[in-house]
């Protein structure tokens, strides 16, 4: 403290001695009895100095605006410490840091390049008049946020439902606010009793520490991803960090869309599984026997990564010219690290199912279609077996003959019908007239028949 107060007191002295040296007239002798003139009235300055705020590393410029000077002089003094930078255009400091330059003789600058902290505080304009008087304006230098890299968390790895904590610390001055958001914009439930969000500043030298704490009591796997610690003043830019938490699975997640599907025999099939774990899960097939299906032959497993973080794959596993014995059930089975303990798998059941009929069938019956009170040709001529084997034909399906119009069917007897010819104003109508024909020409049998026994 003592040789602070001679410090200053040597300072004081300096200025003082500093001010007193000069021979100006308006400042010399009266009378030659050593009392020096007063100022006029009118010297004075037309306005203060005004407040600068700079960023650390730029440069600053303060300005003093006086009046009817005459020749009085200027001087610049870092008031905090009490140190003379200049007199007029004389530079006192060995800061090199510091110069002055005056536009007339009303308006002088003091200019600081490459601003420091220390340069921080306030500076006085005075004019050595008797009394002095000055004006002082007050230099803020300011600091972007930085994050401090060591100790901010790195990339952290932890079990599932175990607590953890995520750091970040960033200095700059004002002090700097800390956020934390996820990357992915998905939203942090800080205050529902298991993720508490806190920060605490501290003054470090000439600048602010502040250190941010996101701190889970229990972290769930959904809580699994890329975090920012975003740092933030006054002072632009802001600046960030990203810091990854993974979270150990319990056991994985296995899905598929149907734990029962429908088959045909002949058919290639598809089994779809989605897998979902940290690390990354093995998964692979088995068969109801347990036994590992690999590619080969009839089988195919194929495995995609749909997500990295946490990894995500899909795994298919695809049967060709499906078989009976491969109608049976089939197991995804995923496994974390190898570990009985964290494995898990859903079975998928194939059953068969008939596959519908793609033949044709015709309904219509073209050859005849009579009315019930009716005689049926086939009942009524029943004992005589040729005309039996000729009613029997008639019976028989008709069979479509390729080429033709759909409609078109042919018979061995009587030709071809076609159900879609304008000519036919009525199906019902054409089949009544061949069942007639068709009657006459039975009863001329029968009646043959009965004439060649007779003579027989």
Known sequence: MDS??????????????????????GAGRAGGHGVWKRASMDVGFTEGVDNQTVVVGRNATLRCSVQNLGDYKIAWVKADSQTLLSIAKTMITRNYRARVSNSDNSTWFLHINNVRLADRGYYMCQINTVPMVFRQGYLEVVVPPNILDEETSADVEVNE???????????GYPAPEIIFKREDSK??????????????TESVEEVKRTTGILSFKAVKRTDMGHYLCIASNTVPPSVSKRVVLNVRYREPEV???LQMIGVYRG??????????????????WQDSFGKMIISGGRYEVVEKLLRESPPVIQTSLIIKSLQPEDITSYRCNASIDNDKMKEKSVTVQLNEIMRPSTESSF?????????RQRMNPKKSLAKHSRVNDIAERYEKPT?????????????????????DDPANTSGIGQSRCCSSRLIFVLVGWVMLCQVLRGRA
């Open 187 to 200: 939203h942090i439930p800080i205050g529902n009793g298991n993720v508490k969000a806190s920060s605490e």
């Open 161 to 171: 439902d175990s607590p953890v904590q995520l750091r970040c610390a960033a200095d």
């Open 267 to 284: 058919d290639d099939v598809a089994i779809n599984c989605t897998v979902t774990a940290y690390p990354r899960p093995v998964v692979l």
């Open 399 to 419: 069979s479509f003959v390729p080429g033709n119009n759909q409609g078109t069917y042919h018979h061995p007897s009587i030709g071809h019908v076609n159900s």
């Open 255 to 257: 899905e598929v869309n």
């Open 363 to 371: 309904n219509q019956d073209i050859h005849y279609k009579a009315p």
């Open 4 to 25: 602070f107060r001679r410090s200053a007191s040597a300072s004081l002295l300096a200025i003082f001695v500093a001010l007193s040296l000069h021979t100006a007239s």
